[in-house]
């Protein structure tokens, strides 16, 4: 999903916020506190509906979400440049068992020109460059392994700089268990360097080293595997056909390396705007990298009508393609508060059950076509 930065708040990209505005409610003796939100209903088909609302019940046919979402940021200043700042943001679902997610929430230290270091619940580094093709409003792409951990992960420590034309990002994920319901990581590093030219093009460079862990897992039975390695056992065995389960409990991946960069043109929002990515993850084990290719153009009017495209493609190695979708969205606002929205995922023959497991073609409605039409009203 899109996301906008609180501006007000001067953390750019750390401070992502979900809603196209906010709002100071406090503002005294060098203290800022900002709140922002929406709240949004979307018409959706069975299987964005199915991705869109896991936490709920199994939808079999076209029905109506709905979602709040909530946030605050703070800032206080207690020396020149340097400030303490917080953010927290959620969101609140009606349906299904009314879920509450978390998507931020850290704390940390704004040093100004010595760059701000957060601890908590946010954006990976990586994001910097898979980030760059995330402009639609629910239907992005999950052909980029970066989000195999979900869209934030708890647990990080963020820095972020920038100096002299370019932002520097680095991220630490400590251990952490059941990222996204499925990965138990021991430890992360990533790494991201970007900058933009005034003529408004960009560029952006990605690296990351995640080390995964099996502790305390189950693998005698395979009926009794551990949700990670039952996430890594079809891809195993397409690639070790001959293999029996005690030699592909031997196999399981324990590291993975992405490298990533990204083009762009433009500001998202603000007349024509384009990128381009690629990326490649190396698990330990599998015998290729998986490749994402992406692609986006989006141009928005003055009058309040936003047209964006984009492809999306996942390999592993040459033959299989994992993931393959066409993206549509057409958006109105007739006032700056307010987002009429239309989107499309075409699945354009895609093949994941040779390499996911059915949990995870669900949780994704991996090979499906998707449709939404929704409207938003942020705060």
């Known amino acids: 999903m899109r996301k906008h930065s609180t501006l007000s708040l001067a953390l750019a990209v750390l401070l992502a916020s979900g809603g196209a505005h906010s709002a100071t409610i406090y503002d005294k003796q060098g203290t800022q ?26 939808h079999s046919d076209n029905t109506l979400l709905s979602e709040v979402r909530m946030g605050f940021a703070g800032r206080s200043e207690f020396a020149d440049n340097w400030a303490a700042v917080a953010m927290a943001d ?21 040093g100004g020109s010595y760059g701000t270091l957060t601890f908590g619940r946010g954006d990976g580094a990586f994001y910097t460059v898979a980030g760059v093709t995330d402009i639609f409003h629910k239907l992005d792409t999950r052909a980029n392994e970066y989000y195999s951990f979900g869209d934030q992960t708890s647990g990080q420590i963020m820095y972020s700089l920038s100096t002299l034309g370019w932002d520097l990002r680095i991220s630490v994920q400590t251990a952490m ?12 590093l990533q790494v991201a360097l970007a900058t933009r030219t005034a003529s408004g093009f960009g560029i952006a460079y990605g690296y990351s080293l995640i080390n995964l862990t099996y502790e305390g897992e189950q693998l005698s039975r395979e009926d009794g595997a551990h949700q990670m390695f039952s996430h890594f056992l079809p891809a195993l065995r397409y690639q070790y056909p001959d293999y029996d389960y005690s030699a592909l409990v031997s196999a399981r991946p324990r590291h993975r390396h992405d490298l990533g960069i990204a083009l762009t043109y ?6 024509l705007y384009a990128a381009l990515l690629f990326s490649s993850s190396k698990y330990q084990n599998y015998h290729h990298h998986l490749y994402s290719y992406e692609a986006v153009v989006s141009y928005a009017w003055d009058c309040g009508v936003t047209l964006s495209a984009g492809y999306a493609q996942q390999r592993f190695g040459k033959r299989l393609r994992t993931v393959s979708d066409l993206h549509f969205s057409l958006s109105y606002a007739p006032v700056p508060q307010m987002v009429i929205y239309a989107e499309a995922q075409l699945d354009l023959s895609s093949e994941p059950e040779k390499f996911y497991g059915d949990d995870w073609i669900a949780k994704y409605q991996l090979g499906e076509d998707k449709y939404v039409l929704g409207v938003q009203y942020s705060f």
């Open 90 to 110: 959620m969101d609140f679902s009606p349906a299904g068992n009314g879920t509450v997610k978390s998507r931020y929430c850290f704390a940390g230290i704004d």
């Open 177 to 188: 268990d059941n990222l996204n319901d499925t990965f138990s990581v021991d430890e992360a």
């Open 266 to 271: 433009g500001t998202f929002g603000d007349g």
């Open 33 to 58: 506190l900002d709140a922002f939100g929406y709240v949004q209903a979307t018409f959706t088909n069975r299987h964005g509906a199915r991705l869109l609302d896991n936490d709920g019940a199994a």
